[in-house]
């Protein structure tokens, strides 16, 4: 069969436009990928650096809001005339709950002193804390706290005063909304998983397991397996004992907590100066009810 010139330089110019597409594709995504600055070695989850922390609340925080959201709620109440004394709660007791947010990650479970977890779970349950039931005197109090007469029906009036719509404790809820905007479904997406140094650093976990008998491609798939122990009741199995000890060297081995963090850091920093004008309405958000916070 006989190819006219023409059909071959169609050919040959199609393939260049294919060619050069793919490389304008290449280009444009090695653009969007921002640099990283210094990857440190990373040995503890308290070495973790987020930038975007400074725009979340710290459990101080969060426990300073959790008291305006407490008065609003008791003066919600008493403004109807009901005598009203929050009871007391209980102190908190510390458990293994109590790690370093960084402990977990995009890069798994991370803790070399593995103090609080056995294999990839908690290594203790927190205990359960049952309260007493309210006292009858309290009716009044459960119906304006709903904003309901028996929980379905809408509690309109009380003592000659309307109620709001969800009771006093939509009026506590509203008090501790301390962003006032929901940033967190934005940053779950700051880091994409297909970022390239990602992805090498995850191979070379990866290999690092294989070395040590065991084949994942990557820390989520190592912890996230159907056959691990799941709950109290069930005891941790060697296999997997034996898997999150090799997660954990190979994760010190290849620095893959190092790596994530650094490129974390390049994204985020870029998605801080993208959204200036929404973090400072949520910084001053957040400073205005720490203020009313530590005025009680």
Not at 28 to 33: I, L, N, P
Not at 54 to 83: H, N, P, T, W
Not at 115 to 134: A, D, I, M, N
Not at 139 to 155: E, I, N, P, Y
Request: hydrophobic share 35%.
């Amino acid at each position: 069969m006989l190819i006219s010139p023409r059909s071959v330089w169609s050919a040959i110019a199609i393939g260049a436009l294919v060619v050069g597409a793919a490389g304008c594709a290449d280009a444009e995504k090695k653009a969007d990928v921002p640099e990283i600055g210094p990857i440190s070695v990373i040995t503890d989850p308290s070495q973790v650096v987020h930038p975007v922390d400074a725009y979340q609340l710290s459990e101080a925080e969060k426990a300073a809001l959790g008291k305006v959201a407490a008065k609003a709620f008791a003066d919600c109440i008493r403004s109807y005339g009901v005598d009203y004394s929050p009871a007391a709660e209980p102190p908190r007791q510390a458990g293994p709950w109590d790690v370093h947010p960084n402990s977990f990650g995009d890069y798994g479970i991370f803790d070399p002193s593995e103090t609080w977890h056995e294999g990839f779970r908690l290594r203790h349950y927190p205990p359960e804390v049952t309260s007493p039931p309210p006292p009858k005197e309290r009716d009044d109090v459960d119906r304006l706290a709903s904003g309901t007469t028996d929980g379905f029906t809408r509690l309109t009036e009380f003592a000659g005063k309307p109620v709001p719509e969800g009771g006093c404790d939509k009026v506590r809820s509203d008090a501790s909304s301390a962003l006032g905007v929901d940033i967190s479904p934005t940053l779950e997406t700051v880091t994409p998983v297909e970022d390239p140094r990602l992805v090498a650093a995850e191979s070379a976990w990866s290999k690092c397991m294989k070395q040590k008998g065991f084949d994942y491609p990557n820390p989520a798939e190592a912890s996230r397996q159907e056959k691990w122990s799941d709950g109290p009741s069930e005891p941790v199995g060697e296999e997997e004992r034996a898997t999150a000890r090799a997660d954990t060297q190979c994760k010190l081995a290849t620095n893959l907590v190092g790596i994530f963090n650094a490129v974390a850091i390049a994204y985020e920093k870029r998605w801080i100066e993208a959204n200036a004008p929404l973090l400072a309405e949520v910084r001053a958000r957040r400073d205005d009810l720490l203020r009313r916070a530590a005025a009680l």
